[in-house]
């Protein structure tokens, strides 16, 4: 087996933030070294009575994503807390997971032997669910009722029928939708339960449904998780 202690590790970080300030979001990271990044357009989920009667309970959101070196992403991480200070109410959410292996980032290494580095007391999860055009609001009810506060919802879809596009080596059809739910590590495994037993996600063609331990967060409590 190759020896990988020297291998750089490497972060995905994740920035979600209000429609218009992903690429404030990108130009503030490059500031720390990050090289660049992926912008996706999502809609986070508001449980409030007055907006869902007016309509606009659904807040359009862009996700920013961005791998970088494991000192250079905890560096962005604290400069894009400091620029957008995601402690205050809806001004945002940034978090990390270590990625084990990629290709086709500039000068960054494929290593097929790193097993992870083994974080210690990891608070937090990131749920992801990939369902059908139209299931989603019942994943989030779901998860709501398990003890989540809400979720982000990203439109996976190709531009034409044949199209298909690709998150984390999995295949993702047009016309689908993929649920993120950022969760107390503690409530994680109440919140897949529901969502699986609600959505039949162990039957074929339900859904799919994916856990990844988040390394770092700031501002997870500010309303848009």
Known sequence: MENNINMP????IFVIVDCGLGSKVLKT?????????TILL?????RNHLLEILGVNNIKREIVLMIA????????????NERFDFKKPDSGIAFSTTVMSFLGAGNCEYNKTYEGRGVKNIMYNAVFTIVDRGKAEAVVDAAISAGSKG????????????EKSVLFSIVVEPEKEIVMILTEKDLTD???SSVRETMKIDEPGKGIMF???????YGLYSGKE
Request: aromatic share 2%; proline share 2%.
């Open 69 to 80: 070196e494991e000192k250079t992403a905890m560096k962005a991480l604290e400069g894009l």
């Open 211 to 217: 856990v990844l331990n988040i390394n770092k967060i």
């Open 29 to 37: 990271a490059k500031k720390s070294g990050v090289p660049g990044g």
């Open 151 to 162: 979720a982000t919802i990203i439109n996976a879809r190709g531009s034409g029928i044949d």
């Open 9 to 12: 590790k490497y972060e995905l």
């Open 190 to 192: 109440t919140i897949v």
């Open 42 to 46: 999502a809609k986070g989920t508001v």
